[in-house]
């Protein structure tokens, strides 16, 4: 995706600048070489629930996946859970635990635990990658005697535009 950014930033999903139908765009094409590169087949449900949890900056309920999956009548949910526990399980999509909803991963192509700024404000979710944060958070559950097998860090504030003013 050209909207990535380098370790130790937030990948640049919002804000001035920014093409959201190229970060859609880029985020299905990186969906199919993700799975294509691991034999697994993105079949045209799995495709369209990535594009609907793409389709805003914000993380996404399940029930308004099936709604907007629908089209005005919901989607059954065994299958948009089905397609969503694919994606999760690919590494395309992250579960924003404290929303009980889901998010484009903007690292899909490499293996890594997440860690996100939520916004309290207008409810935007940018994903970091940095692995010092992540390698400290380690350090401190293995001087505890403790083996983290899944970790998601969860921030939650005020985004720069929030802040600024920029963002009602």
């Known amino acids: ?51 609907l949890v793409w389709q805003s900056h914000s993380p996404i309920g399940a029930y308004e996946i099936m709604r907007r999956l629908g089209q005005g009548r919901p989607a059954a949910p065994p299958t948009v859970y089905r397609a969503l526990d694919f994606l999760v399980a690919q590494h395309l999509v992250h579960r924003i635990n404290s929303r009980n909803a889901f998010i484009g991963c903007a690292y899909p192509e490499r293996q890594h635990d997440a860690c996100f700024l939520l916004c309290e404000n207008c409810g935007s979710a940018d994903e970091l990658s ?20 899944q970790q998601t860090v969860e921030l939650r504030g005020r985004c720069r535009q929030c802040r600024d003013g920029s963002r009602a």
């Open 1 to 51: 995706m050209r909207q990535r950014a380098r370790d130790g930033g937030a990948a640049g999903r919002t804000g001035p600048g920014h093409d959201h139908d190229l970060c859609i765009a880029d985020a299905l094409e990186a969906a199919a070489r993700v799975c294509a590169a691991r034999g697994q087949r993105l079949t045209p449900i799995r495709r369209r629930v990535l594009e």
């Open 130 to 149: 940095d692995a010092a944060l992540l390698r400290a958070l380690a350090e401190v559950a293995d001087s505890h005697g403790f083996a983290v097998t």
